[in-house]
């Protein structure tokens, strides 16, 4: 018995939710009615609209001796974030060696997203493109040759505070 | 001589009350002194009467979800000799059509149900109903208003 | 005197109560009497009959960017009026801004009841209708879940 009671009530419940109106009728002259107009955040196929783009180099070369204005990594965002959030860029190091596998090239880091992560401040950012300095030094005492070393970037979407 | 007299004026008196004691036996001294006389009332269709009281208009309610009816009862009351009758029929005109006034796009159809055939009556009736009503079967698709038809009552009499 | 009058007032409302008794007539001659068979504009408990029901969405949902083909308020109505009337449907508004409380989606109305007051053209009527929504600034503003209200007013004409 009490398991019947607890099965007819919670179809009683089910039922109770389920009465939200999804259509509004009105019959009495001088009467209204509302319809409630809403977005969605995904798009027409479903798909959630909210997001971003953070465009790195692949590679960048600096030729030998360096530029004569100095050697730079550009990279850019764009981002069309949910209400209340922001994009928070970060590179893994701030100074390194570009190797051959032997011989070293000290280069150190220097601008947004270097050491502290770089925020954007908004959920809604128009393409707004950046530059990190690249200064290497020690030419002199290395052979010539390709010096390699590889950057991180870390894209994450966090709250703006 | 007090006897004839008396007889005499018995006669006179006799003839002077009723007309039909000439067909009678006469009483005389020779008879029994008694004698009857059978009475008749005498009727003739003349003496026929008859009421049939019928609406003076049927009024159907309006119904959105179905059929609707107004009451078309009628009564008879008649008092009628023997062999004499009464016949009311009743019947809706021009097929129960029913329009606005004035004539507009949208008309209605009313049939009479009930007890539609013709009744009779004879002899004495008090105040016999005949269940008879006016139906409209549909009141979809036409503009809610007042539409108008015609139903006939027809009282035939046939005296004996 | 005071019961005379009052006997005459219960004799009076009696009457008035018996009224639809003296709607009779008397035939005592025979022959044909025709008899007028009339509807009521009211229904058998006296309410009138005359009735509309217009039916529009609790709520439009409209994806982000909008959908190809277009977003509208699809709504419906069906008449049974009296006789020479008409339903006039209404929006609040033809514009507005949908929003979240901080930003906003302008967006415009157009088509049945935006443009003008929507008619119905018989008093018996069905029909499908249509209000087109166009939102812009989609770019311009956070993902979210960004509203406005609509309201329709029906009188009948």
Do not use: H
């Amino acid at each position: 018995m009490k398991k019947i009671l607890a099965v007819a009530l919670a179809l009683v419940m089910m039922l109770a939710v389920c009465v939200p109106a999804f259509a509004t009728d009105i019959a009495t002259n001088g009467g209204t009615g509302d319809t409630t107009l809403q977005t969605l955040t995904t798009d027409e196929d479903g798909n959630p609209v909210a997001g971003f783009t953070v465009t790195i180099p692949a590679t960048v070369d600096i030729p030998w001796g360096g530029t004569t204005e100095g050697d730079t990594l550009d990279w850019s965002y764009v981002s069309q974030l949910e209400a209340g959030k922001q994009l928070s860029i970060s590179v893994d190091k701030a100074s390194g060696s570009l190797t051959n596998g032997t011989d070293n090239l000290a280069y150190t880091l220097t601008g947004d997203a270097v050491g502290t992560a770089f925020t954007t401040g908004a959920a809604v950012c128009a393409l707004t493109e950046k530059s990190i300095n690249i200064a290497v030094s020690g030419w002199d005492d290395v052979p010539v040759g390709a010096y390699s070393d590889t950057l991180t970037f870390t894209v994450e979407v966090v709250d703006i505070v | 001589m007090k006897k004839i007299l008396a007889v005499a004026l018995a006669v006179v008196m006799m003839f002077s009350v009723s007309v039909l004691a000439f067909a009678a036996n006469p009483i005389t001294q020779d008879t029994d002194q008694t004698e009857t006389i059978d009475v008749y009332t005498v009727v003739d269709a003349a003496d026929d009467t008859y009421t049939v009281t019928v609406p003076a208009s049927v009024a159907i309610p309006w119904n959105n979800d179905g059929a609707s009816s107004g009451t078309a009862d009628y009564t008879v009351s008649c008092n009628l000799v023997a062999g004499s009758t009464l016949q009311v029929a009743a019947a809706a005109n021009d097929g129960g059509v029913m329009n606005t006034d004035p004539v507009g796009d949208d008309t209605l159809t009313f049939a009479l149900t009930g007890t539609t055939e013709a009744q009779s009556f004879s002899g004495y009736v008090t105040s016999q109903t005949v269940d008879l009503d006016a139906t409209v079967s549909s009141f979809e698709g036409v503009a809610v208003g007042e539409y108008t038809g015609t139903m006939t009552y027809t009282v035939t009499y046939t005296a004996v | 005197m005071k019961k005379v009058l009052s006997v005459a007032l219960a004799l009076v409302m009696l009457f008035a109560v018996c009224v639809p008794a003296f709607a009779s007539q008397t035939i005592t001659q025979p022959g044909q009497t025709p008899v007028d068979v009339v509807t009521l504009t009211t229904d058998i408990n006296g309410n009138p009959a005359a009735n509309f029901t217009v039916t529009i969405p609790a709520t439009v949902s409209i994806p982000w960017y909008g959908t190809t083909g277009g977003d509208s308020i699809n709504w419906s109505y069906t008449s049974q009026l009296n006789i020479g009337e008409q339903l006039q449907i209404s929006l609040d508004k033809t514009s507005g801004n949908l929003t979240n409380g901080t930003d906003n989606l302008p967006y415009t109305l157009s088509g049945d009841a935006a443009d003008a007051a929507y008619v119905t053209t018989d008093e018996v009527e069905s029909a499908n209708c249509s209000t087109a929504i166009a939102v812009t600034g989609w770019d311009d503003v956070p993902v979210g879940a960004y509203t406005d209200t609509v309201t329709f007013t029906v009188e009948v004409v």
